[in-house]
């Protein structure tokens, strides 16, 4: 059974960071891209970030050079870690599985994943 656990989130003022774990089972991580993805309250999910299977990261620009993501194969899990964090980075996040038939490009416009995990909480206030 696909599993994706995220951790880490939690409540942080303006210009903290935080470090968001997801981890996976049921499948091979190393065989799969996946994304980070974030849904504000009473707003669309977004895509945040992705990373493809050979390390390749990709950012939306609003978070572009203020967070990064990452992923331990061996562990089975991806990271995001968020640094300089702004209210408006207040949302759920939610990591999810790029399906084997689709890519990267396609899923950060469609967020036609095929698993994603509960997510967890992040809110950004002082």
């Known amino acids: 059974e696909v599993q994706l656990v995220e951790s880490g989130g939690g409540m942080v003022q303006p210009g903290g960071s935080l470090r968001l774990s997801c981890a996976a089972s049921?499948?091979?991580?190393?065989?799969?891209?996946m994304i980070w993805v974030r849904q504000a309250p009473g707003k669309g999910p977004e895509w945040v970030s992705a990373?493809?299977?050979?390390?390749?990261?990709y950012y939306t620009w609003s978070v572009k050079g203020r967070f990064t993501v990452s992923r331990d194969n061996a562990k089975n899990t991806v990271y995001l870690q968020m640094n300089s964090l702004k209210p408006e980075d207040t949302a759920l996040y939610y990591c999810?599985?790029?399906?084997?038939?689709?890519?990267?490009?396609?899923?950060?416009?469609?967020?036609?994943?095929?698993?994603r995990g509960q997510g967890t909480r992040v809110t950004v206030s002082s």
């Open positions: 999810a599985r790029v399906p084997s038939t689709s890519t990267i490009v396609q899923v950060t416009t469609t967020l036609e994943y095929d698993y």
């Open positions: 990373i493809n299977t050979g390390d390749g990261t």
């Open positions: 049921g499948f091979m991580l190393s065989h799969y891209d």
